[in-house]
C-alpha cells in the first residue's frame, strides 16, 4: 500500500510541476477544480438525505482507520482493512443496485438537468406556481376556509419569512390547503411565496392603520392591505364567513374575485410584469406552430 501511495504522490507532483508551464494548463486546472467542486457539492446534497450518506460516513472512517493502521505499522489490521477496501466496491454495486440504476436512467432525462441546476424556464415555472395558487384558493373558497397567501415580488420578505415557520417546499394545491385547514398547527398567519415555493407559513403580517378601510372587513383582509402598502407583493385572501377571494395590490383590495380573473391578475401582475409582454407572445406563438405543425401531420385532427 506503502508503494502505491508512493507513486501516486509522485504522479500528484509531476501534474502539479506541469501546470506552472503554461497559462492554459492553469486555466485548465482552474476549470477543473471548479466541476469537481461543483460536482462534489452536487452529489452531496443528493445523497444527504438517503441511506448512501449513512454508508459514505462509514466509508470516510474505514479510510481513516486503514491510513492510521499504516502509519502505526498495525500489518494484519492494515491486511485486512485493504482487503476490505478492495472488494469492497464490488460490495457496494449489489447493496445499492436500485440506486445506481435509478441515477443512470436520468442521465438519458430531463432530471439530469435538474440535478446539475439547470430548470425548466423561470417564466413557465411561475405561471404554474399561480394555477397551482389560483386551484388551491378554489378550494379554500368552496369549503369556506379562510386564508392568506402573499407572493413575493421585487421586495424580498425575509422578515415577515422569518417571522413563521420556514417551510421551503414546492407548491402544491394539497398543501396549501392543508396547511389552512382549521386546527391544524400553521392555519394562523399567512404563507408567504417565494422564489416559486412556499418559504414559511403562519407569518404575522402588519396590519393597515388606514381609517378609510371598510368596517365590515376583517383582521386578514386589513393585513392582506397593510402588507401590500409595505411591499410589492400581491396578497391573496379567502374570507372565512363568505367563502370570496379578494385580491390586495399596492394597497388597494379587490373584492370577489372569481377563478379565472384571479389567474388573469396573478399572471397580468407577476408573469408579464417580471419577463414582459413579449416572453409570453413567443410562448403562445410557439404553441401555436407546434398546433399547426401536429395539424399537417395528421390531417384528420
Known amino acids: ?13 509531476d501534474y502539479l510541476t506541469s501546470i506552472t508551464k503554461s497559462p492554459l494548463n492553469i486555466i485548465i486546472f482552474i476549470i477543473d477544480i ?32 486503514t491510513i492510521l493502521s499504516d502509519l502505526l505499522n498495525l500489518r494484519i489490521l492494515n491486511y485486512i482493512l485493504t482487503s476490505v477496501m478492495t472488494y469492497g466496491v464490488l460490495l457496494l454495486i449489489v447493496i445499492f443496485q436500485p440506486e445506481l440504476r435509478r441515477a443512470l436512467e436520468q442521465l438519458g432525462t430531463n ?9 425548466k424556464d423561470l417564466a ?25 397567501i402573499v407572493i413575493e415580488r421585487d421586495i424580498k420578505l425575509k422578515d415577515i419569512i422569518d417571522s413563521g415557520i420556514v417551510l421551503d417546499a414546492e407548491i402544491s394545491p394539497q398543501l396549501l390547503v392543508n396547511i389552512f385547514t382549521p386546527n391544524t398547527p400553521l392555519h394562523d398567519g399567512a404563507v408567504i411565496i417565494s422564489e ?5 407559513a403562519a407569518c404575522m403580517l402588519p396590519l393597515s392603520d388606514d381609517k378609510h378601510i371598510s368596517k365590515g372587513l376583517g383582521t386578514r383582509h386589513r393585513s392582506a392591505i397593510g402588507m ?12 372565512e364567513e363568505t367563502g370570496k377571494i379578494s385580491i390586495a395590490k399596492n394597497g388597494t383590495l379587490i373584492m370577489d374575485v372569481k377563478e379565472e380573473a384571479l389567474k388573469q391578475i396573478l399572471i397580468k401582475n407577476i408573469v408579464t410584469k417580471q419577463f ?20 399537417d401531420k395528421n390531417p384528420s385532427i
Not at 471548479?34 to 479510510?63: C, N, S, Y
Not at 409570453?280 to 401555436?288: G, H, P, S
Open 1 to 13: 500500500m506503502t508503494k502505491s501511495m508512493d507513486i501516486a504522490e509522485q504522479n500528484l507532483l
Open 34 to 65: 471548479a466541476l469537481v467542486i461543483f460536482l462534489a457539492v452536487k452529489l452531496f446534497k443528493l445523497v444527504k438525505e438517503t441511506r448512501v450518506w449513512q454508508l459514505l460516513k462509514g466509508i470516510l472512517i474505514l479510510i481513516l482507520i
Open 111 to 119: 432530471k439530469i438537468s435538474k440535478f446539475l441546476g439547470i430548470d
Open 124 to 148: 413557465t415555472k411561475t405561471k404554474e406556481s399561480i394555477y397551482k395558487i389560483a386551484l388551491a384558493t378554489q378550494e379554500l373558497a368552496k369549503k369556506k376556509i379562510g386564508a392568506l
Open 196 to 200: 416559486n415555493k412556499i418559504k414559511s
Open 228 to 239: 401590500s402598502k409595505e411591499s410589492d407583493s400581491i396578497v391573496v385572501v379567502v374570507s
Open 276 to 295: 414582459g409582454e413579449e416572453h409570453l407572445k413567443d410562448k403562445v406563438k410557439k404553441k401555436a406552430e407546434i398546433k399547426e405543425e401536429n395539424k
